[in-house]
Nanobody, 128 residues
């Protein structure tokens, strides 16, 4: 069993920045990919960013490219999401996810169904 705990969300003005963290514990999979998704009220959960186990491969949703940066520290079993130049449309609950099996390639990386474990989410609210 893997537990994922997100933190770092909050209320921020448009143009501001936040750094989200996701700490993994339990049966951790330091050699597996991790990802961030987000879900706005009344909408489906959408892919935000992916990082391979080594950190050498990253993917981003088009809507966040150039503003969001995903990174990881395997020694701490933690993945981060630096989010800059926040926009009101970034308002959502942000979830981290990981998988018990390898996830690679942009198609599979962006699918929520590719991931087995999810955190409880952290709320990001951007005011205009």
């Amino acid at each position: 069993q893997v537990q994922l705990v997100e933190s770092g969300g909050g209320l921020v003005q448009a143009g501001g920045s936040l750094r989200l963290s996701c700490a993994a514990s339990g049966r951790t999979f330091s050699r597996n990919a991790m990802a961030w998704f987000r879900q706005a009220p009344g909408k489906e959960r959408n892919f935000v960013a992916y990082i391979s186990w080594s950190g050498g491969t990253t993917y981003y949703a088009d809507s966040v490219k150039g503003r969001f940066t995903i990174s990881r520290d395997n020694a701490k079993n933690t993945v981060y999401l630096q989010i800059n130049s926040l926009k009101p449309e970034d308002t959502a609950v942000y979830y981290c996810a990981t998988s018990a099996t390898p996830v690679s390639g942009t198609t599979y990386a962006a699918r929520a169904a590719s991931y087995d474990y999810w955190g409880q989410g952290t709320q990001v609210t951007v005011s205009s």
